[in-house]
């Protein structure tokens, strides 16, 4: 499990073709993710990956073919910055919400405006995820815990400040980019419950 609060940016160092999947190695220098072994999970832009290779701030993880085709991933090229989080610990402050690392679809920013020192986003979401959406809620975008401010049929809006803006791949997305999308646990068991009633 993660929270979805970003420990730091990490950059894409490599990507190897592995029988098909994909190894990516990711530079972590500037990013603290406390003391990370081998075999422990890494979200990646939201992404739960596993570390199979530590090498000094790097540390690399296989990715598959499924993976790479329903997340973001696999559009990245070297020199990608990327969203840095290391698993819950027992312990630690839950600081966003619960996120699994999951990805439940693809998110296309739609506006990206300036409102006083934030920024204002507007996401579009695929038709049979915009149900799990309500405002005041809470959605998780290329890894990232946010508040969704409102919604309007299949888009939904968040208020950025400047912090996550300067300190996740937030700052770089430009109107059209897709993102990551993990809708809030709560609202997924929920829908389920309901379904089956």
């Known amino acids: ?16 073709a592995q029988g098909g ?4 190695v990711i530079d972590a220098a500037q990013t603290d993710l406390g003391t990370v072994a081998l075999g422990d999970s890494i979200a990646v832009n939201g992404v739960c990956l596993t570390a199979v290779a530590l090498d000094g701030a790097t540390f690399a993880a296989d990715v598959s073919t499924e993976t790479l085709s329903l997340t973001t991933l696999g559009a990245l090229e070297v020199g990608s910055a990327v969203n840095l989080e290391g698993a819950l610990r027992a312990g630690e402050p839950l600081g966003g ?11 296309v920013l739609e506006a990206r405006e ?19 959406f309500a405002p005041k809620g809470s959605v998780c975008v290329d890894g990232i815990s946010l508040t969704v401010n409102e919604v309007e049929g299949d888009r939904f ?23 990551n999308l993990e809708i809030d646990v709560i609202a997924r068991y929920l829908a389920r419950l309901v379904e089956t009633r």
Do not use: C, Y
């Open 1 to 16: 499990m993660f929270t979805g609060i970003i420990k730091g940016l990490g950059r894409v160092a490599a990507l190897e």
């Open 21 to 24: 999947d994909t190894r990516i």
């Open 97 to 107: 919400h619960m996120v699994s690392g999951h990805v439940d679809g693809f998110g």
């Open 114 to 132: 300036q409102d006083a020192r934030s920024w204002r986003l507007v996401f579009s979401v695929p038709p049979h995820l915009s149900r799990f």
């Open 157 to 179: 809006g968040v208020n950025i400040v400047p912090h996550t803006m300067s300190h996740t791949t937030l700052g770089e997305r430009a109107v059209g980019d897709r993102v």
